[in-house]
């Protein structure tokens, strides 16, 4: 599910999407998925492994988009036993960066964030040799009914702390 695309707001998880070909789950790499019934945010003590996770297939296409867009965000897919290690490769179908569409102090000039952050993203996208996958840039040139825009434009506005975590190479810098 694409958080931004559904909810027409920013990915609080960040502007940066790797999107995968659902074939992955299928793949020799995966062994295991479990699927949460709610975001492990909200995992409590109190409750059991039948609260946190569908028990099967069947309870799950019995619950899941049944009209709770909010409920089914929480649904995460855990994938176990793969050493905590998932290859890019060959499932990665492509990278989706938002625009933020602000502009940034940068070496003195006044300067369209993407052109700073798509410059620098496709120098690493090139040193690891993921070049050939499809870029996409959210909003490139316009925004048609979602809300993150005013919400980068108050980033923006702040103390640009929030800005620099999601798209500043060394946020701490
Ligand atoms: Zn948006």
């Known amino acids: 599910m694409d958080i931004h695309t559904v909810f027409n ?7 940066l999407v790797f999107s995968f070909n659902v074939e992955l789950l299928k793949s ?20 059991s492994e039948k609260d946190w996770y569908y028990s099967d297939l069947d309870e ?6 049944r009209g709770n867009k909010l409920k089914d965000v929480g649904s995460m897919l ?37 052109d700073i952050v798509t410059e ?9 040799e993921f070049e050939d996958v499809p870029k996409h840039l959210r909003h490139k040139n316009s925004l048609v009914n979602c809300s993150c825009w005013s919400q980068y434009k108050n980033f923006n506005r702040g103390d640009l ?10 946020p701490g810098a």
Request: proline residues 7%; aromatic residues 10%.
């Open 120 to 128: 620098k993203l496709l120098e690493e996208l090139t040193k690891n």
């Open 9 to 15: 707001r920013r990915n609080k998880y960040g502007p």
């Open 28 to 47: 020799e790499h995966v062994n295991n998925v479990r699927i949460t019934k709610v975001n492990p945010v909200h995992w409590n003590s109190t409750q």
């Open 161 to 170: 702390s929030d800005l620099k975590k999601l798209f500043h190479p060394d």
């Open 78 to 114: 855990i994938l176990k036993d793969i050493n905590g290690k998932l290859p890019l490769r060959p499932f990665l179908n492509k990278f989706i960066l938002d625009n933020p569409n602000v502009s940034v102090n940068y070496n003195g000039n006044e300067t369209y964030l993407s």
């Open 60 to 65: 799950f296409k019995d619950k899941y988009k």
